[in-house]
């Protein structure tokens, strides 16, 4: 594929807000994980909570946009200079030359969940100020921020779970590829929510302590929020050598189950081996991989076996979930961010929590921070109903 | 600038008074007056009982439509990659799941959960199929069809072969129906094929526009193409009922439509 350039990026997550929190947090191997006190939850799991959302004002003629997905939505925009660069973008090629595509897997549905507390008791209906447009719609956040910057290109919202914003990189790249946009604003929301915890809660998948992925006791995810952003462009022939290329994606599906990953990793093989050879690069032209890795028994134990299938014993590889969090429609981007740092900084996070390595997974997971200089990395994402993404990254030189 | 086209290779439909893709050519074709109805969901022959009785109205009318579409096809759906669009979820499940976290219990099923994500009927579809190709789920609000068809018309110009795109709506219970007004479900699947000028085909070319929308002459069936997002695809359908070639201009985004230019 034509290579794409992250021209700037930006990730806002329980580690705090904007690259330099994040860098400094994972440079530190330090969590934002802190026991579950969230709204009325009542659950004994941990979280990856964003910081004083509740400040967070929305431009007052687009407050019906108002909710807790749409605030840490602008709160991510308004880091690192990226509404600037969005702005920049906009001078140079007009507004209908960008297209928005942001990843979201439960939008502001936690809106709905608190004014389904407020039915009216005489005829059931939701209270007045209830807007489903600007809040509970998986689109609402690309609509809000369409408008945050008079954009008027193709847009959208990819909803596949988990993997939701990896995908948007997919889909943008298709666009520029095909000439129809000059430049993309990709990135993933999503926000803590009563459905996804008390929903992984049925599911038995969420941890009582802080998530451990590949730890051999490990038991389930620790849900995070995250907003991260990306201004993807078509590559100059020669980019600078600091240049963040996205240099392939790879898709593909389970069609195994809704909510357990195929027990082989096949899917997860799939999109990595498709990444692969979009890139035309060889599994040994990966320096580092930035796993999926929830830390419920059942996806590490997959993606160990589809990574080792794929990549032998030896690419360093870790999950950065145990600092973050699973920010679920948000990881995608917000791992990419990651990726798009450790190229920069040539940090491979090691992966948090972990007391004693699961001996039955195979892959090289990293447990302590490691630097070398890294040239090309990968990002694992995958979703319910078994929607699968690996995206892969390189530098300019 | 790039352009984005496709042969059409089959269509799947079903909306209120148009029980399929046979019948609904008729009716836009002038053949048959419309007739409206409510839209009937048929149970999915595809998935095993026990999923069958659990499937919600989107994914029933999801499945349904996608098996219309491939039915007359020469297609291997285990290799066909597919894109689900939909301006909204399973209202239904959406409706139990929110009462539930309202009350005192909170306890939400674990099938109730898995089915709440955007892409349930795509995970449904694929396991069924046994397909392990790239499928998407995506969503622009009203807008959802035009963006649906840009995604899958971008695929077939990064190299896919041929592609699946399913757009459909479902409407929403009380409370949520007078929030989000969906008078009833309606869905149309198109399976698209990279344009070849040789094949005895429709084709249809993608562009930006800002010309007026195309309307439906029949007063109901232009009440459904304004009042579902999905059935803002009638313009074109009707176009590829009558055979007829020409512009249609669909509604999309604020600022922007879909001009398609079709070859009958």
Known sequence: MTPLQLTHFTATSCLGAGLAATQRALDQARSGLAPCQFETVDLPTYIGEVACLDAVQLPRALQRFDCRNNRLAQLGLWQDGFDAAVRAAIARFGPRRIGVFLGTSTSGILSTEIAYRHLDPDTGELPESFDYAGTHNSFSVVEFVRLLFGLSGPAVAVCTACSSSAKVFAAAQRMLCAHQIDAALVGGVDSLCLTTLYGFHSLQLTSAGPCRPFDVARDGLSIGEAAAFALLERASPEPEPEAVLMLGAGESSDAYHMSSPQPEGAGARRAMQVALDAATLDPGAIDYINLHGTGTPSNDSAESRAVTALFGTATPCSSTKGATGHALGAAGALEAVICALALKSGLMPGGLNVRERDPELTANYLTENRRAPLRRVLSNSFGFGGANCALLFGRGA | ?264
């Not at chain 2, 085909?201 to 562009?207: A, C, E, H, S």
Request: aromatic content about 4%.
């Open chain 2, 1 to 264: 600038m790039g352009t984005l086209s496709a042969c059409i290779q089959g269509v799947g439909l079903l909306g209120p008074g148009l029980p399929d893709w046979g019948e609904a050519r008729a009716v836009l074709g002038g053949e048959r007056c419309y007739t409206a109805a409510p839209t009937v969901l048929p149970s999915p022959a595809i998935l095993p009982p026990a999923e069958r009785r659990r499937a919600g109205r989107v994914i029933r009318l999801a499945l349904a439509i996608g098996t219309e579409a491939v039915a007359r096809g020469a297609i291997d759906t285990r290799t066909l990659p597919t894109v689900f669009s939909s301006s909204g979820g399973d209202g239904d499940n959406c409706h139990e799941i929110c009462s539930t976290l309202a009350s005192r219990e909170r306890q939400i099923s674990p099938t109730r959960f898995h089915n709440s994500v955007h892409n349930a009927a795509a995970g449904y579809w694929s396991i069924a199929h046994g397909c392990t190709e790239a499928s998407t789920s995506l969503c622009a609000g009203d807008a959802s069809f035009g963006a649906g068809l840009m995604e899958a018309l971008s695929q077939l110009a990064g190299g896919v072969p041929a592609v699946l795109l399913l757009a459909y709506d479902a409407d929403y219970p009380p409370p949520l129906a007078a929030k989000r007004p969906i008078p009833d479900a309606f869905g149309t699947a198109l399976l698209l094929a990279r344009a070849d000028p040789a094949a005895a085909l429709p084709r249809l070319t993608l562009t930006l526009s800002d010309a007026a929308a195309s309307t439906m002459q029949n007063e109901a069936l232009e009440s459904l193409r304004r009042s579902i997002p999905a059935a803002r695809s009638l313009p074109l359908l009707e176009q590829l009922a009558q055979r007829r070639g020409g512009t249609v201009v669909l509604d999309f985004l604020d600022g922007a439509r879909l001009a398609l230019e079709v070859q009958p």
